[in-house]
């Protein structure tokens, strides 16, 4: 098991910013990927961003491309996902998730990931 707890979600006017962290313990944090989704009312999960278990790569959905970004830092056994110029339209519970690092399917489909964090509201107000 990787437990994973988010912080930092809450309520923001359209074009502030906010910077979510996922925390995990147990295993070796960079043994995994770990990815960002969130899910909106009535609508499915969706991708946000991923980073591999070293952070030398990142991918990041066209959705928010130049708003967001996504880090971690091993030594702390967290990932961040900082959150710019936001919109009305970001407004979602936004999820953090991990997969081994030995996965080899697409880092944005929700299938790949293992463990999943209880997630963090995020609303935007315009």
């Known amino acids: 098991q990787v437990p994973l707890v988010e912080s930092g979600g809450g309520l923001v006017q359209a074009g502030g910013s906010l910077r979510l962290s996922c925390a995990a313990s147990g295993r070796t944090f960079s043994d995994y990927d770990m990815g960002w989704f969130r899910q909106a009312p009535g609508k499915e999960r969706e991708f946000v961003s991923a980073?591999?278990?070293?952070?030398?790569?990142?991918y990041i959905a066209d959705s928010v491309k130049g708003r967001f970004t996504n880090s971690r830092d091993n030594a702390k056994n967290t990932v961040y996902l900082q959150m710019n110029s936001l919109i009305p339209g970001d407004t979602a519970v936004y999820f953090c998730?991990?997969?081994?690092?030995?996965?080899?399917?697409?880092?944005?489909?929700?299938?790949?990931?293992?463990?999943w964090g209880q997630g963090t509201q995020v609303t935007v107000s315009s």
């Open positions: 998730a991990a997969r081994g690092r030995w996965r080899l399917g697409p880092p944005t489909a929700t299938s790949e990931y293992d463990y």
């Open positions: 980073i591999t278990w070293s952070g030398r790569t990142t």
